[in-house]
């Protein structure tokens, strides 16, 4: 017979090519709680109860916390900056400094997130933000309205790095994209929601003394507050700890994601290191690129839409009503694009082509100016390919909040490039919105390519690592005493480890 040799160690699977599970081999990791009994639970049955404990509450959330950031281009319909006598300039300040607070605690706020339990920590997140959402509704003035955006950034930083991490600790990689894509359709829901609920709110201008912008601020806020409150005991926390599963089904949850390649699931010690291994990975850098290639069209799209309708001879409540089929139709297809990326595996095709509708729409818009397309699914793939490619839990959490923080900086130059001297057709904005997707498009296809060609050399064994009773191997790769040890060690640079394409 002949010797095994450390390329066929786990018979490594291409998920994006639609293999099925690693088989075990004789020198296979040790497997979570192998004294458990799994085989009277039913994988189907257990993933739809993660799914209903988890992705519908996230997904409010996620709403809230849109809803919240954005509203403040509905309520600039509603007389707010001549209330708050601000100028063009002013006002756009107010936009762009909660993005850079946004993006400098989304980082730090991940890591905090791994040390607390969920439960806790976005808790705690929501409350805060919501009050500034409510004290929002009470500034009188350009110095407050600052001041309050800034928390508010501050305190909404952590809630959509840690659910993208949080469910990529729950999810099988060709799980994930489906999953995120229903938590991301929130964002669509609530430019449609917030457009139909602000024109609800104007009827109340004059009540209480108080403007019909500051009702919309203040009783958003509100919401968020009752809705941060209840996520205490609504919340789930990480698999190995989850206290709605039975241990029979912590164990398969933890399992499935073994199986995957994914052996942090079992839990992780805060190493300074992996954080370090983050910061030194290449592809986090080149996903900040496809990211903000995406992400400062998204900003653009959500702030400025109901002004860019507004200013093409629409009254404010009627271009807040005209943004809901707007948000609607890319409700929809950010689920089917969410649904195909994880059925056929190829996201980063996905992306290209959801990029490149974009591009198509925005040049559409420079030529003829004429109506708006949609394309808030244009991100899409983005996000859940880096929750996909990354493998060690502290590293993943800190490569997804700095692909994020650093892609929501672009936040801040969206909020600037819609100038009220350049209505009603904004070619500045566009143009410079047409750019962006362009950048996301060449980063796309380079990340696709070089990750196939990383996926090539693991499959001719130029990674393969020096294992004890196994042949082959190069000493550069590294020596371990067993396969578990490296995949551990070296997370998804483990030479049997497949990147999602």
């Not at 390329?7 to 075990?24: F, L, R, S, V, Y």
């Not at 004789?26 to 004294?35: C, K, L, Q, V």
């Amino acid at each position: 017979m002949a010797d095994t040799s450390l390329t066929d160690k786990e018979h490594p699977t291409h998920i994006e090519n639609g293999g099925g599970a690693p088989q075990k081999s004789e020198h296979a990791p040790d497997m979570f709680n192998p004294a458990v009994d799994v085989s009277g639970v039913d994988t189907q049955k257990l993933m739809r109860k993660v799914d209903s404990r988890t992705i519908p509450w996230l997904a409010f959330l996620y709403l809230l916390a849109f809803l919240d950031r954005t509203s403040i281009g509905n309520a600039k319909l509603y007389s707010m900056e001549t209330d708050l006598h601000l100028t063009d300039t002013q006002y756009l300040l107010s936009l762009t400094i909660f993005f850079i607070s946004y993006a400098i605690f989304e980082v730090p706020s991940n890591v905090i997130l791994k040390r607390l339990r969920p439960s806790v920590w976005l808790s705690i997140l929501m409350v805060l933000w919501g009050v500034m959402m409510t004290v929002q509704g009470l500034v009188s003035n350009f110095s407050g309205l600052m001041a309050i955006r800034w928390m508010l950034g501050m305190f909404e930083a952590g809630l959509f790095p840690g659910v993208t991490y949080y469910l990529s600790c729950w999810y099988k990689r060709s799980e994930f994209g489906v999953r995120i894509a229903i938590f991301f359709s929130a964002a669509t829901v609530s430019g449609a929601f917030g457009g139909l609920l602000a024109a609800g709110i104007s009827k109340m201008n004059g009540i209480g003394g108080k403007a019909a912008w500051q009702w919309i601020f203040i009783l958003e806020g509100l919401a968020t507050v009752v809705a941060g409150t209840l996520s205490f005991w609504i919340i789930v926390d990480f698999p190995d700890d989850a206290k709605f599963l039975t241990e029979a089904e912590r164990t398969v949850v933890i399992r499935r994601l073994q199986g995957d390649d994914q052996l942090s699931a079992a839990g992780e010690r805060l190493r300074w290191k992996n954080i370090v291994a983050s910061l030194a990975d290449w592809k986090t850098y080149l996903y900040i690129i496809v990211y903000s290639g995406a992400d400062m069209p998204l900003y653009a799209f959500a702030l400025f839409l109901p002004s860019i309708i507004s200013e093409v001879r629409f009254e404010a409540t009627a271009a807040n009503l005209l943004t809901i089929p707007v948000y609607v139709a890319a409700c929809i297809v950010t689920c089917v694009v969410g649904l195909l990326a994880d059925r056929y595996g190829n996201r980063g095709l996905f992306n290209l082509g959801c990029l490149v509708i974009a591009a198509m729409g925005y040049i559409i818009l420079l030529s003829s100016r004429n109506a708006t397309l949609s394309y808030v699914a244009v991100y899409l793939a983005a996000w859940a390919w880096v929750g996909n490619n990354v493998e060690g839990s502290y590293k993943r959490s800190v490569s997804l909040a700095m692909v994020i923080s650093v892609g929501n900086i672009q936040g801040a130059i969206s909020s600037n490039v819609y100038r009220a001297n350049q209505t009603p057709w904004y070619p500045l904005g566009h143009g410079l919105v047409l750019m962006y997707i362009c950048f996301g498009l060449i980063s796309t296809v380079v990340v696709r390519f070089w990750l196939k060609a990383e996926n090539a050399r693991r499959d001719r064994g130029e990674r393969d690592e020096i294992i004890e009773g196994y042949e082959g191997g190069l000493e550069a790769n590294g020596v371990f005493e067993s396969v578990e040890d490296a995949k551990r060690e070296k997370g998804d640079r483990w030479s049997g480890y497949r990147y999602t394409l």
